[in-house]
T-cell receptor, first 116, second 113 residues
Framework: NAGVMQNPRHLVRRRGQEARLRCSPM?????VYWYRQLPEEGLKFMVY????????ESGMPKERFSAEFPKEGPSILRIQQVVRGDSAAYFC??????????????FGEGSWLTVV | GNSVTQMEGPVTLSEEAFLTINCTYT??????LFWYVQYPGEGLQLLLK?????DKGSNKGFEATYRKETTSFHLEKGSVQVSDSAVYFC????????????FGTGTLLAVQP
C-alpha cells in the first residue's frame, strides 16, 4: 500500500522561474494538505484541498502561490516567479475523511526546493 | 488562536538516558494532540497521538499524556537509543472541520553512544 508520493524530491530553480510540486495521496484518501518547512523552523500549514475544491487556503502567500487537486491526477502546488525565500521543504499530507477529530494525516517525504 | 510551544533544542543525551521533551499548548476546546518524528532527510512520521484529556499515547517506548489541567503533552522515553536521534514535533489540530495541524518548532534530539 503506497504512501503519500511526492515528486520531485529535489528541485533547483533559478530566480523568476516556476516550480511545480506534485503530490499523490494515499490510496483511498481524498483530502490533501500542503505544509512548508523553512530552514531551522517547524512546519507551517499552507492549504487544504479536496478533489476539485480548496477548503482552507489561510496559510498560502497571497501572491505567486497556487494549489489545485483535480478530479484526476495528483495535487499540484505551483510557485510562480520563485525567489530565494521560497527555498524550503514542501510537505504534502493526506487523510481519508474530513474533520473527524483525531484523524491521522499521513505525510509524504517532501520536496526540497532550492532557488539559486 | 491555537498554538504550540515546544522545548528548544538541541537535546543531547547518552544512550539509555531518560528523555523528556516538553510541549504545552493553547487551544479553544480540547483538540487532539500529536507527536511526529522527522529523521534526517525524510518526511514526518506519526509517533503517537491522544484524542481526549487524560489519554496516553504510546509507541516504540515513547509516551505522552494529554493533561488538560496543565495544557501539556510532554514526550517521554525511559531509555533512548542512538536510532532515536531525530527532530520531534508536537502538534495539535487547528480546529474547525478539518484535520489541519499546528506544529511546534521542533526539538532536535541527538543521542550519543
Amino acid at each position: 500500500n503506497a504512501g503519500v508520493m511526492q515528486n520531485p524530491r529535489h528541485l533547483v530553480r533559478r530566480r523568476g522561474q516556476e516550480a511545480r510540486l506534485r503530490c499523490s495521496p494515499m490510496k483511498g484518501h481524498s483530502h490533501v494538505y500542503w505544509y512548508r518547512q523553512l530552514p531551522e523552523e517547524g512546519l507551517k500549514f499552507m492549504v487544504y484541498l479536496q478533489k476539485e475544491n480548496i477548503i482552507d487556503e489561510s496559510g498560502m502567500p497571497k501572491e505567486r502561490f497556487s494549489a489545485e487537486f483535480p478530479k484526476e491526477g495528483p495535487s499540484i502546488l505551483r510557485i510562480q516567479q520563485v525567489v530565494r525565500g521560497d527555498s524550503a521543504a514542501y510537505f504534502c499530507a493526506s487523510s481519508p475523511k474530513e474533520g473527524l477529530p483525531g484523524n491521522t494525516i499521513y505525510f509524504g517525504e517532501g520536496s526540497w526546493l532550492t532557488v539559486v | 488562536g491555537n498554538s504550540v510551544t515546544q522545548m528548544e533544542g538541541p537535546v543531547t543525551l547518552s544512550e539509555e538516558a531518560f528523555l523528556t521533551i516538553n510541549c504545552t499548548y493553547t487551544a479553544t476546546g480540547y483538540p487532539s494532540l500529536f507527536w511526529y518524528v522527522q529523521y534526517p532527510g525524510e518526511g514526518l512520521q506519526l509517533l503517537l497521538k491522544a484524542t481526549k484529556a487524560d489519554d496516553k499515547g504510546s509507541n516504540k517506548g515513547f509516551e505522552a499524556t494529554y493533561r488538560k489541567e496543565t495544557t501539556s503533552f510532554h514526550l517521554e522515553k525511559g531509555s533512548v537509543q542512538v536510532s532515536d536521534s531525530a527532530v520531534y514535533f508536537c502538534a495539535l489540530e487547528g480546529g474547525g472541520a478539518t484535520n489541519k495541524l499546528i506544529f511546534g518548532t521542533g526539538t532536535l534530539l541527538a543521542v550519543q553512544p
